[in-house]
Nanobody, 120 residues
Framework: HVQLVESGGGSVQAGGSLELACIVSGLTFAEYDMAWYRQAPGNECELVSTIGTDDSTFYADSVKGRFSISRDLPAYSLYLQMNSLRPEDTGIYFC???????????????WGQGTQVTVS
């Protein structure tokens, strides 16, 4: 079965950096679009960034220029490098894969359990 396991969250001061990682199993990693979502307290879950099977990327306006998404295909790992963190970046960050290989608009499909990021 598909599993996505995030790590790398923590507490950091404003202006600091964190790198989140997500290890994926149970699917052929290179065939799936991947994404990071986040949910702040009291808010709905929002899309942060995506990376396609062709390595095309998308960033929410709120993180553009500060966050960078990447993937290591042999390691079956997805990353989110977060720089210049702000208090409003606080939330639970979720890794997600598309529901179907090589599918357009198939995000989100499978979810990780989330990792907490707190910026003060």
């Amino acid at each position: 079965h598909v599993q996505l396991v995030e790590s790398g969250g923590g507490s950091v001061q404003a202006g600091g950096s964190l790198e989140l990682a997500c290890i994926v199993s149970g699917l052929t990693f290179a065939e799936y679009d991947m994404a990071w979502y986040r949910q702040a307290p009291g808010n709905e879950c929002e899309l942060v960034s995506t990376i396609g099977t062709d390595d095309s990327t998308f960033y929410a306006d709120s993180v553009k220029g500060r966050f960078s998404i990447s993937r290591d295909l042999p390691a079956y790992s997805l990353y989110l490098q977060m720089n210049s963190l702000r208090p409003e970046d606080t939330g639970i960050y979720f890794c997600a894969s598309a529901a179907t290989a090589f599918a357009i608009n198939s995000l989100p499909g499978y979810w990780g359990q989330g990792t907490q990021v707190t910026v003060s």
